[in-house]
Nanobody, 115 residues
Framework: VQLQASGGGLVQAGGSLRLSCAVSGFILDYYQIGWFRQAPGKEREAVSC????????YYVDSEKGRFTISRDNAKNTMYLQMNSLIPEDTAVYYCYVGVGTNAYWGQGTEVTVSS
């Protein structure tokens, strides 16, 4: 099982980034998927996730309207489109796949938003 996250970088406030997470070893469509992030000195927090059926999508309140999670089943890849970025979004972003009671994590991709 491998999750390869990419797309992070340095961006000015108000800018956009699209994070990608290519998954191998799982058929993405069958499982809950999502993104967490960890800012310097803070706990890891959930950002967004999609249920295995795709019928339920969660966003943390601070990201509603700015972030969009999606997946491309043909490419077995999930995405996090992040718009109107603010310095508080600076963190390492981690993708995950939930399989039963287990979670498999990507290596993280760093996002830095300058003011």
């Amino acid at each position: 099982v491998q999750l390869q996250a990419s797309g992070g970088g340095l961006v000015q406030a108000g800018g956009s980034l699209r994070l990608s997470c290519a998954v191998s070893g799982f058929i993405l469509d069958y499982y809950q998927i999502g993104w967490f992030r960890q800012a310097p000195g803070k706990e890891r927090e959930a950002v967004s996730c999609i249920s295995s059926s795709g019928s339920s999508i969660y966003y943390v309140d601070s990201e509603k309207g700015r972030f969009t999670i999606s997946r491309d089943n043909a490419k077995n890849t999930m995405y996090l489109q992040m718009n109107s970025l603010i310095p508080e979004d600076t963190a390492v972003y981690y993708c995950y796949v939930g399989v039963g009671t287990n979670a498999y994590w990507g290596q993280g991709t760093e996002v830095t938003v300058s003011s």
